[in-house]
């Protein structure tokens, strides 16, 4: 959209559970992160088993460099 090739926003998420936009727009946010495109057909179930899986392995970092292990 920035570069002017769009003119609006796809909107996927709108098809998803509530329970799920968090975590399906955080895995896209990762994807752009590591320099690969949004991946659209994510389901809400798969970015929530991502998101579960990352944020663990976030915390467990956070907490071994704080010097705790994590439960």
Not at 21 to 48: H, K, V
């Amino acid at each position: 959209m920035l570069a002017g090739e769009m003119d609006r926003l796809l909107s996927p998420e709108a098809g998803l559970n509530v329970f799920h936009i968090l975590a399906w727009n955080s895995m896209q946010i990762e994807r752009l992160g590591d320099g690969l495109d949004p991946d659209f057909s994510l389901t809400g179930e798969a970015a929530m088993t991502a998101f579960v899986e990352v944020e663990g392995r976030n915390m467990k970092a956070l907490l071994d460099r704080r010097g705790r292990r994590a439960a």
